[in-house]
């Protein structure tokens, strides 16, 4: 297994996962076409040397506004071959969003496509490299990105970066509040390959690897355009968004082998009316990360599909997954057991290991942990606790054999009447009636008290004395909703988790 201690003093992200690459082997596969190791190392250096004439040096930060692509893909290569700092954000956001995260990291450029050129216009966002614009559409002082390229040589020496250089911000969900950059070094990648996509997945150079978050997600990323690299393998990347029916046609299409999924389309491709009759087939494992892994889901697709999921956790602070289950080894319900590399711990609020079966924090340790969070003394000193460690707000218990079990977020908790609710166990309940769709349970205060809220989507006529009568005859009374709301849908956020700073706003 490899080490901090194995990296050499001089480390660059692109030369280790892309340069050493056969050049004639299939990288991405696209919409387009297949695109191999050669042509994207060749448009990784060109990028790399328009990044440097446009002013961006070493440690700077490039802001990518980029829908999937091998753009995308190239211009992250290439500003990481100079040595700059990477950060990426997701292209339907709102002008107020863009203003936020450009404030925020002050970046040396922002690139920018069709779709965010607009919104990044009004956020005040000014010199943008634009990808796939008309020159004439350009405003003055905004470079085209399509003529420069041209203009640019394909050879590229990398810097000399080493495995402690701040090599990439990857931002929270903001699920909960602001979104916060995760600092992270050039090491947390290697690492994160060898532990992970070797440790776990065994990656191989024949897998292909479909991603349902977009690449902005690290979760997705790391899966399609790193760790794939790491092993020589391809990633498909599809500039559209993510939807039961693209997943399908790209699935018939591609053939992949691993699909990087989320409940939430899980939920959507499991209730897609033609799903009996997808093949799925290809698909060695599906893995699904982002929030857990509801078990009566995780049967509906089983039952449907046919196609193993290893469900695990990770988070942007420790850079990828930390806790899974393992091909033929899956433990339904649970999220497996420790990643290699990673010392994990359910502990109580002082940092104690609790026994196993007790309910407590997830503590986690290991070299590919962030640096702590930009400009936030205050919360990295609550979270990253000691050196490599990441104490989250995630609820777990152990069990006698290793594998973890998710309770919730510490913040989702509910004090009903004195006594806790975890939405996760309501909504756990929720999904076992056969018309619940999907749904979700947080809390909303009626004079002075805290009160849980269902909201459901439901698969027929099924009424609120009837969601209630449900939980009432398997869960305790207090864990009852005492309000239940229908929707359509329940919002995400950009990376496909549940939104439930949202649903709190309802």
Not at 40 to 65: E, I, P, Q
Not at 118 to 128: E, F, I, N, Q, Y
Not at 217 to 244: H, P, Q
């Amino acid at each position: 297994m490899l080490r901090y201690a194995d990296l050499p003093r001089e480390f660059n992200i692109a030369a280790h996962f892309l340069d050493r690459n056969d050049d004639a082997r299939t990288a991405l596969i696209t919409g387009s076409g297949p695109v191999t190791y050669g042509e994207l190392k060749t448009l990784a250096n060109r990028a790399g040397n328009l990044l440097s004439r446009l002013g961006v040096r070493r440690g700077d930060r490039v802001l990518l506004a980029l829908a999937d692509g091998v753009e995308s893909v190239a211009i992250w290569y290439g500003a990481q071959k100079i040595g700059a700092v990477t950060a990426e954000v997701y292209t339907y956001l709102q002008p107020k969003d863009y203003r936020y995260f450009a404030g925020y990291a002050e970046p040396a450029i922002v690139v920018a496509d069709t779709r965010t050129l607009g919104p990044l216009r009004a956020a005040g966002v000014t010199g943008l490299l634009v990808v796939g614009a008309r020159p004439e559409d350009l405003r003055e002082g905004e470079h085209h990105f399509e003529t420069l390229i041209a203009e640019q040589p394909g050879t590229l020496d990398p810097a000399p970066t080493g495995p402690d250089d701040v090599a990439m911000w990857r931002f929270t969900t903001g699920s909960t509040g602001a979104p916060k950059a995760c600092v992270l070094a050039a090491r947390s990648a290697p690492l994160a390959f060898d532990w992970f996509a070797r440790g776990v997945l065994d990656l191989r150079p024949d897998d292909v690897v479909l991603p349902v978050p977009k690449l902005f997600f690290g979760y997705a990323n790391n899966m399609t355009a790193l760790f794939t690299f790491g092993a020589g393998a391809k990633g498909i990347v599809f500039a559209e968004r993510s939807t039961a029916d693209t997943m399908f046609r790209l699935i018939a299409e591609h053939r992949p082998t691993i699909l990087v999924n989320v409940p939430t389309m899980m939920s959507a491709m499991v209730a897609h009316p033609e799903a009996a009759a997808q093949d799925l087939s290809s698909i060695r494992v599906c893995i699904s990360a982002g929030e857990a892994l509801p078990l009566e889901l995780h049967r509906k697709w089983l039952a449907t599909f046919g196609v193993e999921v290893i469900d695990g956790i990770g988070s942007s602070e420790m850079f990828h997954g930390y806790v899974c289950n393992r091909p033929g080894k899956v433990r339904m319900g649970s999220l497996g057991q420790v990643v290699p590399g990673y010392d994990v711990r359910v502990v109580d609020a002082h940092g104690e290991p609790v026994p196993d079966g007790e309910v407590g924090r997830l503590q986690i340790t290991g070299e590919t942990a962030a640096l702590g969070y930009w400009q936030a003394p205050e919360k990295s000193a609550e979270v990253f606790v000691a050196e490599h460690t990441v104490r989250s707000g995630d609820l777990f218990t152990r069990d006698a054999e290793g594998y973890y079990y998710y309770k919730g977020r510490a913040d989702d908790m509910l004090r009903v009447g004195g006594r806790w609710v975890a939405p996760a166990e309501v909504e756990n309940c929720l999904r076992a009636h056969p018309l619940v769709v999907e749904c979700a349970v947080v809390g909303y205060e009626e004079q002075g008290l805290t009160l849980p809220r269902a909201f459901v989507v439901a698969g027929g006529e099924l009424t609120a004395a009837q969601v209630k009568e449900f939980v009432r005859s398997r869960l305790a009374p207090h864990k009852c909703p005492r309000d239940v709301v229908f929707v359509e849908e329940l919002p995400e956020t950009a990376s496909g988790k549940l939104n439930r700073l949202a649903l709190r706003r309802h």
